[in-house]
């Protein structure tokens, strides 16, 4: 092939590619299809029932209470319940874990503590991460 064949046969191709670059694609559509489709909101319910009882209060060994509740009824993904102290001046924290089969949870804590009127909430705890924390019970007394 000769040099100027090849330069013609290289404008051609330029000159097609162009001008079939800028003529508008051409498709339409013929069927309207409507879809229906359904989400659902996830919500993680808070145990009920929760009471705290006092087992025993002893002046040097403290009080020995157990914390009781019904179990959530949230679906699915209930992995355990965690069980929080909180005290008059806003402080809490966490007393214990337990299973998802568990309904209440026993200890005990220093009867000095019950000056703080120390109340307990349960919070249910799931695998996808979501919680929800019940309403506080009564406060200790001895």
């Known amino acids: 092939m000769s040099i ?7 404008i051609g191709l330029t000159v097609a590619v162009l001008i079939g670059s800028s003529i508008p694609a051409s498709a339409t559509f013929s069927e309207a299809v409507t879809v229906t489709t359904t989400v659902e909101t996830g919500t993680v319910v808070a145990p009920t029932a929760v009471a705290v009882r006092t087992n025993n209060c002893h002046p040097v060994w403290g009080a020995d209470v157990t914390v009781s509740w019904q179990p959530s009824t949230t679906a699915r993904g209930v992995i355990g319940y965690r069980v929080i102290g909180h005290v008059y001046t806003g402080a809490s924290a966490v007393i214990g874990d337990t299973t998802a089969t568990a309904t209440s949870l026993r200890f005990s804590f220093d009867q000095y ?20 924390e019940s ?8």
Do not use: D, H, K, N
Request: proline share 6%; hydrophobic share 35%; with cysteine.
């Open 113 to 132: 503590y019950l000056q703080y009127q120390p109340r307990f909430t349960v919070m249910t705890l799931t695998s996808y991460g979501w919680t929800a």
């Open 4 to 10: 100027p064949r090849r330069v013609l046969t290289l």
């Open 135 to 142: 309403v506080q019970t009564g406060i200790v007394t001895c």
